[in-house]
């Protein structure tokens, strides 16, 4: 009996070394519990922009942003933008030791007012919005992307709101504004940012890589006051990344991919605790950890995802694997159980082996063709992934491809989901939608 209960409950106890528990009511920040994956089974699988939507609500400006829910509040950031500012200049980049243009930067002579927006959680209502900060920028961007793409952290008491060279911020769950601190302007090549703050304890910690490497650094910020704990200079090219807070030998590790090299660091001190190769491309994607492992991945120009060993044995080589096509540009992997999700920028889906790298199926089309910017989300044997257009594909997650739901909500979407109790929120264009499973 003790065989066959334990038999069934295999593939559960194995989603669940794959996700940090959280709260029902709980998605602290980008991906939720750092992974996208819920171990809630109570979400909604089918809607559609009617069926489904418990409420929608207007949101001003842009922002891909992802929402952070906690309890009966939903947290995004904004970006609205205003007239030329005469004279703005955003700064001036190199590559290559040559003087640099992006030729998809905007913005940056224009003025900006950074918003942070609350909603109710049950019934969608504005709870209130604050202007963190209106004026110059620091840097241009490429035309997709915003000046408020990172998502926000809260510990439940505060939410922290990283709009990056214009600045941290913190507030309390009435909106009033307790700190702010600047870390200074940040050089993204004149695309823009995307990393997202990582709450480790009493630190907020931010990773700001720059250009050709020369002025990154890392860097934690004290939830108390706002001062700097730490910084560490690094001499890494810029990524887009978020780190990722791993445990591996009854520590927490912070694991920061780059091109150059993939490095833990202890996030008390910002020590280097271990080192390996790096990704050889440019580095959108936040790490994922499991099974002992933490897995890393590049989608441009070189297409690489490798399997990290967190503490190898005697011997054993601390890259365990390497899978090397498959990857997008911006969506992250998920992982969920067994395997490993990677997602082109095109709709391309390809399954792993998370202990081998072995592919389960490689490549794998949607039914409508699709540009791809927002992570994958995970939850009761199901992979969630969101076009561009708005269309979220249910793929029921294992090593044999098959799609059990396609759910379009007509508006685009950017932004990763939020999963919390019944209900999936999702930030589009325009909008935040709440969709319920009982709706």
Request: with cysteine; hydrophobic share 40%.
């Amino acid at each position: 009996m003790g065989y066959v209960l334990m038999h069934r409950l295999l593939p559960f106890l194995i989603l669940a070394a794959t996700a940090i528990a959280e709260p029902p009511d709980v998605w602290p920040g980008w991906r939720g519990p750092a992974n996208g994956v819920s171990m809630l089974r109570t979400l909604p699988s089918s809607w559609n922009a009617e069926r489904g939507v418990a409420w929608k609500a207007d949101v001003p400006g842009r922002g891909h942003s992802s929402p952070v829910v906690w309890g009966n509040r939903i947290f995004l950031t904004t970006d609205i933008e205003g007239e030329v500012i005469s004279g703005a200049a955003p700064v001036k980049h190199k590559l290559e030791g040559q003087p640099f243009v992006h030729p998809e930067s905007v913005s940056g002579n224009r003025k900006h007012t950074l918003k942070v927006l609350a909603y109710d959680a049950g019934n969608g209502k504005l709870l209130w919005e604050r202007t963190a900060y209106e004026g110059k920028v620091f840097d241009d961007i490429h035309r997709f992307n915003t000046y408020a793409s990172p998502t926000p952290v809260t510990d439940g008491k505060f939410v922290y709101v990283w709009f990056e060279s214009q600045g941290l911020y913190k507030y309390d769950f009435d909106g009033k504004l307790v700190w702010t601190a600047s870390l200074g302007g940040i050089a993204s090549l004149g695309v823009g940012t995307g990393g997202s703050p990582v709450l480790f304890e009493d630190l907020i910690l931010l990773l700001c890589d720059q250009d050709e490497g020369k002025d990154s650094f890392l860097a934690a910020v004290s939830t108390r006051d706002g001062k700097v704990a730490w910084k560490l200079n690094r001499k890494n090219a810029i990524t887009w990344t978020t780190p990722a807070l791993v445990e591996s030998g009854g520590r927490k590790l912070l694991i920061v991919p780059s091109t150059e090299d993939v490095v833990a660091y202890d996030p008390r001190s910002g020590k280097e605790l271990w080192r390996a190769e790096g990704l050889g491309g440019t580095v959108v994607h936040t790490p994922v950890t499991g099974h002992g492992m933490v897995y890393v991945s590049t989608g441009y120009p070189t297409k690489k995802t490798m399997g990290i060993r967190l503490d190898p044995a005697p011997g054993e080589a601390r890259v365990a694997w390497k899978y090397e096509k498959g990857t997008g540009y911006i969506p992250s992997p998920i992982l969920y159980g067994d395997h490993v999700y990677l997602m082109t920028g095109a709709g391309l889906l390809t399954c792993l082996d998370a202990h081998t790298g072995e592919p389960r199926y490689e490549a794998k089309r949607f039914p409508t063709p699709g540009q791809f910017v927002a992570s994958p989300v995970a939850f009761d044997g199901k992979v969630l992934i969101t076009s561009q257009d708005g269309d979220t594909y249910v793929v029921k997650a294992g090593p044999v491809h098959e799609i059990i739901g396609t759910n379009p909500l007509g508006e685009q979407i950017f932004a990763s989901l939020a999963l919390v109790g019944d209900s999936i929120y999702m930030r589009a264009e325009k909008h935040l939608y709440r969709i319920r499973a009982s709706s």
